[in-house]
C-alpha cells in the first residue's frame, strides 16, 4: 500500500516568489492535515480536511497561506510572496478519518533566501 | 503552550529496553495520550497510544500512572534503528478539534 506522497521535496526560493505544494493521502483517507515544521522544532498544524471541507484552518499563518482540497483526494499548500520566516519542512498527513491515527508523507523542505 | 513535559534527550545501547518518560500533569479526562516518533527528514511515525490503561503494540509498551498525570514509552532491546525524536503528545476528542500538538520531544540516541 502506498503511502502519503509529497512533491516537490525540496524548494528554494526568493523572498516575494510564491510556491505549491502538493500531497496525495493514502487512498481511503477522507481526512487530510497541512503541517509546518521549523529546524528542531516539532511540527505544527496549519489547516486540516474532511474531504472537501475545511475544518480548522485558524493556525494558517496569513492570508499569504492557502490550502485547498477540490476533490477531497490531493491537496495543495500554496504560499504567496514567501518570506525567510517561512523556512521550514512542510508536512502532509492523512488519516480514516478524525481522531484514527495520522500517516504523515516525507515532507517538502523550503528554504526562502 | 505545550501540554507534555519530556526530556531534550536520553542516550542507550542496542539491546538494552528504554524507558521515555512524559509528564503531562494538566491532562483533561478527554485527552489521549499519543507517541510519534521522528527521523531526519522523514515524517512522524506512529508508535501508540492510549487513554488510561497501559498498551502494548509491535513497537513499544505505554505505561500510564493511575492518576494520568505521566506516561512512559517503554523500548525493548533498541536497535540503531529507534534512534529518533520521540513525541508525547496529548490529542483530544472533541468534534473539531483533532489538533496533534507537537513539542520538541526527546532525541533518542543508540550507542552500538
Known amino acids: 500500500e502506498a503511502g502519503v506522497t509529497q512533491s516537490p521535496r525540496y524548494a528554494v526560493l526568493q523572498e516575494g516568489q510564491a510556491v505549491s505544494f502538493w500531497c496525495d493521502p493514502i487512498s481511503g483517507h477522507d481526512t487530510l492535515y497541512w503541517y509546518q515544521q521549523p529546524r528542531d522544532q516539532g511540527p505544527q498544524l496549519l489547516v486540516y480536511?474532511?474531504?472537501?471541507?475545511?475544518?480548522?484552518n485558524s493556525q494558517l499563518p496569513s492570508d499569504r497561506f492557502s490550502a485547498v482540497r477540490p476533490k477531497g483526494t490531493n491537496s495543495t499548500l500554496k504560499i504567496q510572496s514567501a518570506k525567510q520566516g517561512d523556512t521550514a519542512t512542510y508536512l502532509c498527513a492523512s488519516s480514516f478519518g478524525l481522531f484514527y491515527e495520522q500517516y504523515f508523507g516525507p515532507g517538502t523542505r523550503l528554504t526562502v533566501l | 503552550d505545550a501540554k507534555t513535559t519530556q526530556p531534550d534527550s536520553m542516550e542507550s545501547t542496542e539491546g538494552e529496553t528504554v524507558h521515555l518518560p512524559c509528564s503531562h500533569a494538566?491532562?483533561?479526562?478527554?485527552?489521549?495520550i499519543y507517541w510519534y516518533r521522528q527521523v531526519p527528514l522523514q515524517g512522524p511515525e506512529y508508535v501508540t497510544h492510549g487513554l488510561q490503561q497501559n498498551t502494548t503494540n509491535s513497537m513499544a509498551f505505554l505505561a500510564i500512572a493511575s492518576d494520568r498525570k505521566s506516561s512512559t514509552l517503554i523500548l525493548p532491546h533498541v536497535s540503531l534503528r529507534d534512534a529518533a525524536v520521540y513525541h508525547c503528545?496529548?490529542?483530544?476528542?472533541?468534534?473539531?478539534?483533532?489538533?496533534?500538538?507537537f513539542g520538541k520531544g526527546t532525541q533518542l540516541i543508540i550507542q552500538p
Open positions: 494538566t491532562i483533561s479526562g478527554n485527552e489521549y
Open positions: 480536511f474532511r474531504d472537501e471541507a475545511v475544518i480548522d
Open positions: 503528545i496529548l490529542r483530544v476528542n472533541t468534534e473539531g478539534a483533532d489538533r496533534l500538538t
